[in-house]
């Protein structure tokens, strides 16, 4: 796999990866799949579509993706405001049960040059919520636990445990426990990038109990292992 960004800040990441092949998966972000070589299976729901060159899969969408000699090129974006999802209708783009599925191969490379540039130039991590924005922001810069994380943002947002798990689900997609656990994966990840660490320095530092905690994160939440994507990957900032 090779990473071609990986920005947490602005919540994108591209990667370039032969044969894609993930358990049935979901993650907080939009996923893009784009064969230039090849094509890939997607199977989501009850709906399985084989010869796959172009696909948009919506957050928290489960999903299972198998191919065998096809090149892609994934982009990933995280999303919880209504931008991202107005352009795309703009583009002709539509969801159907969180997925868009083009076998045509003519518009799209030139598709995602302008979803990339779009996101790149737009904020769309920022919460029409203040209150849910800042419990976001604490979640990325602070080093807390699942067991002290309620009474810390509750303490800083003024709302009940209830209301403030309905308000984080309502914007953000997922639970505040399941952010959490995303959250360090993002900084794991990081962290074997950008500062040369061995996947266990890199779970005990960004807050996982060991590396297979980590490995089952990273399986749960992007459907293959950390060695598939680890072993062979460069990166290319």
Not at 62 to 88: D, P, R
Not at 127 to 142: A, H
Not at 205 to 218: C, R, V
Request: aromatic share 8%; net charge neutral.
């Amino acid at each position: 796999m090779n990473v071609l960004d990986f920005d947490i800040k602005k919540g994108i990441y591209k990667f370039e990866i032969d044969d894609l092949n993930s358990d049935n998966h979901s993650h907080p972000v939009v996923e893009i799949i784009m064969a230039s070589n090849g094509f890939f299976s997607l199977e989501s729901g009850n709906q399985k579509e084989e010869n796959v060159i172009f696909a948009i899969i919506d957050s928290n969408t489960k999903h299972k993706v198998i191919s065998k000699n096809c090149t892609a090129t994934l982009l990933m974006i995280e999303s919880y405001n209504e931008l991202l999802s107005t352009f795309l209708n703009q583009l002709g783009i539509e969801l159907s049960n969180g997925v868009f599925i083009n076998k045509d191969n003519s518009q799209n490379s030139k598709l995602l040059k302008e979803i990339e540039l779009f996101t790149t130039h737009k904020d769309l991590k920022q919460i029409k919520d203040v209150r849910i924005q800042k419990c976001l922001e604490i979640l990325e810069n602070d080093e807390l636990e699942y067991d002290t994380i309620i009474s810390t943002l509750r303490s800083k947002v003024f709302l009940s445990e209830s209301r403030l798990s309905h308000l984080f689900k309502e914007n953000i997609g997922i639970s505040i426990k399941k952010y959490l656990v995303w959250n360090k994966l993002k900084k794991a990840i990081h962290l074997v990038l950008n500062e040369k660490v061995t996947l266990t320095e890199a779970s005990l530092q960004s807050g996982f109990f060991d590396q297979a905690h980590l490995s089952n994160a990273f399986k749960n939440i992007l459907g293959i292992t950390p060695s598939k994507a680890y072993n062979s990957r460069t990166l290319q900032l």
